[in-house]
Structures are given as C-alpha cells and as structure tokens.
C-alpha cells in the first residue's frame, strides 16, 4: 500500500555517475513525475536561498566567486575530502530539500513519483518510498564518465566514488536493479520492466499519432521506437547542420523528451526539449520552411509548454535555429520575449541558460509559474 494516498513513490539512487539521472528522465517518458533531490540541494545554497548564509557561516566566504555565488567545484572539493565537513553540509541541506521534495509530491497529479537522490537511504526520503530502483554500473565506467562529463581527473573520479557509501549497501535495499553498462535500448527495456512490474498504476495517456485530414496540423510525441523518424525528421529541416543517427536519438533519450508537428501524413516540424531542475529547455526546435510559422510555433511551444506545467516547471527557454529568431510578433503573441542569460534574475535559470546557449545564438524567455518551490521554504 502506497504510503502516499494515490501515488506510487520510487526512490531511485545509486552511487555517482552510475546513470541515475538518466533513468529518471526515461521514467519521465512512461508517465512518472520526477524529482531530482540533488539538484534541489544546489538551488538551496544558490544566492539568497535558505541554505546560503549558513554554509558561508559555516565554512567560510572563501568559497564565493565574482559573483558571490557559492562555488560548488571549491565546496565539492572540500566536502569530499573530509567526511565530517560533507556531514555539516547535509546536516544543512537535507532538510530544507526534505520540505522542497514534500512540496513537490504534494502538487503532483501524475500517479506515479521517482525522487532521484545520491543519499536516499541515509535521508528520511527513504521513508517515503514504495520501491527502491538501484542503477548499478562498474567502476571503470563511472570513472570515466566523471572525466569526460564533469572534467575531472582520474584521480580526483575516484576520491569522489569512494567517499561516497558502498555501492553494495544500496544494492542490498533494491527492490530493482538497473544495470547500465550496455546499450540504451537495453536500458530501456530494463526499466520498462520494472515499470510494468510496479502495483497497477493509473498511466495517463500519451499524446498520440491520430488520422488527420489534409492541410490540418497534429502533434505526436515522439517515443524511443520512433528515433529513426525523429533522427531523418531533424536532418532534413536544419538542412543537415544537425546530421543525426537513430542512435544519436536514442542517446538523446536519456536528456529529452521528443514532439512531432504533422501536417497530415507529413511531418513538418519538431521540438526536443529536456526538464531540470524546474527549468524546461528547448534546444531543438526546426519547422519546415514552407509551413505558416504563425500556425506551427504556437502549437510546438504550448504543447511543450502544457507538458512542462505538468513537471511544475517555474520557466520555459527556447533556443530556436537562426531562422524562427526573426518573427519577434510570433514570439510576443505567445508570452515569450528575447533575453540574454544574465538578465534572468534566477542562479538556477542563469544556469540552465547558459548551458544551452549556442555560441551567436538567441534565447526566448517566459516564465510559467510564479510560485518557485523554494520560495515557500
């Protein structure tokens, strides 16, 4: 029995760099509602957040940059390398997370919650949960993601893997087990199968390819079975400045979620767009050149948008190819206004922003809600 009235909760952890987040997007996919407790845990000590001023009282202004934001690469360094200072940071952090995460569930309509969290079986979320999915990989291979993806030193991967509990203490507590040291399509059939295997679940429906007539638009999000359409569907409409693969897509996957803009049989636009951290971004976002901009780009975006509501996203970010920037009374008429990343106000906004931001390229800003989950706490 569900200890939340109407919810499944998975806690879904694992040791770094294993693939956790990953697994909660592809969950995202099936229908969950995810929540990823670690990047909660950074917006707490973001500037003029609740956890800000304790952690500079408790370890010194020296970790603040140019911008006197706390640098999370100094604290990391820190924390890690002394158990008893990583332990007055979680003493810090997890409980203002703890409210966050509860909030979250509680605004949750989906019926189903993956909490993503490093320290799930040492926190009270494990108090929460139902089921407890463990994502397992060899040590080989988190080593070299924590190079390729966070750049760092084989040395330095390793001190962070092994100041973290063992691996084999959260294995021991799994209700699932996800191995992911192969392919993406095995990873996903792997949690397809644990969902599946989840008590009956209430799965709200997908949007879904329907008949329509000619010269009427519809909208089909796009599934993992579909990346050879969506890999073609990319290539032909950035007219191959984006050459993409099935493969390409599938990796993809594991960051984004996927819409199709058909115009009867014919597919004429696409929207990739990824949720984190309360922030969707769309990142890809082609329409055929010969199709109304003014019908098309409405019915992406609000479509994105609607399901973005759905993950209680605080802002949209758009960063549309060279040819979509100049219709400035499209962009208006749908909420949207032209922005630079440090106009944004928001750490965490500024963040994703000038993640996603390609070099000489534009950025389309409008905010979705105006109660932060933070805000409340």
């Given amino acids: 029995m569900s200890k939340r009235q109407g919810k499944t909760i998975i806690g879904l952890t694992g040791n770094i760099a294993t693939g956790k987040s990953v697994v909660r997007r592809m969950l995202e996919h099936l229908g969950a509602y995810t929540i990823d407790a670690d990047t909660l845990a950074h917006r707490v000590i973001a500037k003029n957040a609740p956890g800000y001023k304790r952690v500079l009282d408790m370890f010194g202004s020296w970790l603040l940059d140019e911008d006197e934001q706390i640098n999370r690469s100094k604290l990391g360094k820190l924390v ?5 200072a990583l332990g007055r940071l979680e003493a810090i952090i997890h409980p203002y997370v703890g ?44 080593i070299e993601r924590l190079v390729r993806k966070r750049g760092l030193s084989h040395e330095e991967a390793r001190q962070r893997i092994h100041a973290q509990a063992p691996q084999a203490e959260k294995l021991a507590a799994a209700n699932v087990v996800i191995k992911n040291n192969g392919s993406y399509d095995d990873l996903w059939k792997q949690i397809v199968e644990g969902w599946q295997a989840l008590a009956p679940i209430k799965q709200t429906a997908p949007l879904v390819e329907a008949e329509t007539k000619p010269g009427e638009f519809s909208l089909q999000r796009g599934r993992p079975r579909d990346s050879q359409k969506i890999a073609a569907l990319i290539t032909r409409l950035s007219k191959g400045k984006r050459a993409m693969s099935a493969d390409d897509v599938m990796e993809a996957f594991g960051d984004k979620a996927y819409l199709i803009l058909r115009m009867g049989d014919e597919p004429v636009g696409v929207a990739g767009w990824q949720v984190e951290n309360l922030v969707a971004r769309t990142s890809d976002l082609y329409i055929d050149a010969q199709i109304a901009i ?26 549309p190819p060279i040819d979509l920037v100049g219709f400035d009374s499209v962009w208006k008429n749908i909420g949207y206004s032209r922005r630079s990343p440090e106009s944004l106000g928001s750490q965490a906004w500024m963040e994703a922003a000038n993640e996603s931001m390609p070099r000489g390229g534009a950025l389309f800003f409008k905010q979705l809600r105006a109660d932060r989950v933070l805000r409340p706490i």
Avoid: G, T
């Fill in 99 to 142: 409210q966050a995460v509860d909030l979250l569930i509680r605004r949750a309509s989906q019926p189903v919650v993956a909490i993503e969290a490093i320290k799930l079986l040492e926190s009270n979320l494990y108090n929460e949960c139902d089921s407890i999915w463990v994502v397992d990989a060899p040590e080989q291979i988190q």
């Fill in 294 to 319: 003014d019908k098309a780009l409405p019915l992406l975006l609000q479509e994105v948008e609607e399901a973005s509501n759905s993950l209680q996203c605080e802002v949209s970010l758009v960063f």
């Fill in 80 to 84: 890690f390398s002394d158990s008893d």
